[in-house]
């Protein structure tokens, strides 16, 4: 392999390690950035640092935000035009951001960081649930949304949270799932036979 | 082009209308019968027209179906198993055939045969709405669920015949339609807004 | 499943059996027929009925091809314009369809109908090599081209067929294979080793 | 929108410029980078700076490669085992990289860093022809082979390259390029005519 040289080998190995991205993708970066003058790898260095520096998990809904201040609440857990009564449960930022993008959503969030992995030995502690349990209690919620995503690890994941959810609050909380059914352009001709038992049951 | 042969180029061009089915495949199509024997040709001929002699439209359901008897019900609305005060409407027999795989709807069909044109002049008539109606009267239907497709034609459609069973029935029957959400292996990050938005709505 | 229906199924199992169907598309052919009127279908299996009887094998060049007189030469072999003493050996017709339509070859062809299967037991009878041994004598060729596939199965009946005619006709006929390299729109960086060696061995 | 904080999204600006990445993947990155520790953002820091620094354009190449030492020969160019009478022309490092993967050639290359834009005004230059012209005066150059990908903007430079080398050199090089003809796994049935034309021209 021609590829001996150092810098290219290990800045390729990190590239690997992007969601998505395979070993000739990776290599096509390096390749890019050895062409960037210095001033633009200076450039994204500085973004780095500062990705560093301004990047705080928001103590109240877990999410990672970027914000000069930092330290505190973000930008969504610090608007006080948000009904904190109704919390929705997701994964990851990048759904939050999606279901924020529709608008419907005036309520609060809570950020798991990931779901369950299979064999989890500690799930509580590595789904963050004490400090979801808090800031129900803080926020006093009246309802939960859990929108993970519909494939067998999102729904062992919400099973999981509600089972916990009702040992703590037993019936004082209204808990419910985002809603299953045909998604948006789908032929019924085409759908499996769990999406349309659930459209079935979901009709209205 | 060397295919100026008449009969290679005429059963081409009538394969090419089949669903699906661009010109190269229909290509291979003729190539692949030239090469059957006349015994397979014959078998071919003969099952074309038994089609033709056992196909009949279902009086009932307006569904196409074989039979050697024939002029009567079919299968479905001759079993007095399935429950006639709870209808389904469907575009097509595939849809119906899907439906049916799940095993969970034991009530009865109506085929509209297709969604309506775009600017249909005669909808009523395109969707064979009177023989729903009378067929509604006879069973004494009291639920209706319009399972059309996910999309556009579907959806307008759709609202044509509620408004349709409306002005005819009144409140006298419940109608809904099928639950719209997530289908089955959605992840949240990939999801477009209007079924996200319909998710939201439909949580529970 | 619902589609116990005789002809339905028959007729599926049917059109399973053509090239590139799958069992969903099977079934849509099926009520796309079902759907049509007597008259169609009656054209439909006029045109099998003429296929049966308007389709010849060349005793020439082994293609299947339609004719009203038939018997004879296909339309190829009984054009004195082209040169029979340059023969091109292919798989199927359709791959003498595509030949012909760049327009570059004006000699004569040898279509084997199939490629040599993995065990043949009896190769020479399979590929008709005794009837092209008879052909290259009688029409003088001087020059063959075998216009396989590029791909195990091709290399294997081409190697076969070189043997064959190596050891038939020793020195007296040229006999060469379809270039390979870069095919139209190749990009170096997303090559293939094998393409990339012969597209270099065949550099000019 | 929800991502209005500047680093986040000036980051996902940067990685919208990587190739091949979209706003969503761009996106994923930047969510991807602000989980990792300060150490691992460090790290990446550190090569990128290493990137910086021991990145070095081979004068003899033009090719980028990496080095500790730097500012001499690449390691292809300082290989005395390679033939300096044979050149290949290619386009950009990875395409140099599948090339050497194959083992198949000997020699040495140079690096144009680009295809020749449409409408391009000073091609010599772009091209970095006079340092081609004296590396070949230098190695007395006997062979160059083109090795382009096989498109139009692939030909067109390489023809403009071509005839460069023919005003400069008249008859004292051979000059070639890659092979044309059907690449590995290449179907006849589905070819194109253009590789049909070259794989029929280049038979042997």
Known sequence: M?????TFQK?????????????RQANRFVFFLAGLSKDNIDQLKN???????????CPDCRRLFSSQAGGHLCRLCADPARDQSHLIIVEKESDLD???????????YFVL???LPLFATQPEQELSLEILKKKIKKDKVKEITIALSANLDGDSTANFIKNYLIKHFTNQIKINFL?????SGTELEYSDP????NAWENRK
């Open 194 to 197: 769990e999406t349309l038992k």
């Open 98 to 108: 999606n279901l924020e993008k529709t608008g419907i959503f005036k309520g609060r």
């Open 11 to 23: 800045l390729t190995e990190v590239f690997r390690k992007f969601p998505g991205i395979g070993p």
């Open 47 to 57: 973004l780095l640092t500062d990705l560093t520096n301004t990047t705080f998990r």
């Open 179 to 183: 809603g299953r059914g045909l998604s």
């Open 113 to 115: 960081g990931k779901l």
């Open 2 to 6: 021609i590829m001996a040289d150092d």
